[in-house]
């Protein structure tokens, strides 16, 4: 009995079973990370322990690629070893292979979007004044955005990614007025941040950051 037992345990599935693991684990610990990090309104304020934990799902990713790799060649010796059909066996095998490698650019794309959130500069508009902020526009280093008609507590959301230094800035008209005026005094590329952006009477504007 336990000869049988330890043939069991040691047999061909639990090895494929593992390597499976260690190709589904760092895809779904990533994505989920991901997701919690682009819906977390704290995000922004601890970017540093964010990018920790990044460097580390991705260095974790890779010792299970790794392991992995390992252990699908033992389910290929033990498979032979035990007589499990050679199409189960290269059918198998390559499906794991594909999950373990499917890691890569889950990765990349992963890395790529959250370095895009990080780098992005989102505002959130609002008209709390008593008239329209008619041609409403915003400009940045490398850009800009007609956002036109903004209405008493109309709403607006822009996020953009700066090229260079500078400012953002915003044009518009007021009351019959030109307005013109500095939302945000410094921007810089690869940094991102969110504010809150509220127009006053007067071609006032109010700058909050989140």
Known sequence: MKDEAGKAQGGPGAWLVTAVACGALPMVVGVAA??????????????????????????????????GLVTLGVYLLKGRRQGVPGRNLAQNSLMTLLLLLANFPVALACTWVAFDS?????????????????????TWPGGEKNIGDLGPLDRAEISFIVSSDGSVDFTARQGGESCEGRLIDYVTSNMGETDDVVFLDGCAAKVEMR
């Not at 990080?118 to 915003?138: A, F, G, K, Q």
């Open 118 to 138: 990080i780098t992005r500069v989102r505002l959130h508009l609002v008209n709390e004044s008593t008239t329209v902020v008619e041609d409403l526009n915003i």
């Open 34 to 67: 991901l997701v919690v990090f682009l819906l977390s309104e704290a995000a922004a304020r601890s970017i540093e322990t964010w990018v920790e934990g990044g460097v580390a799902i991705l260095i974790g990713g890779l010792v299970l690629f790794c392991v």
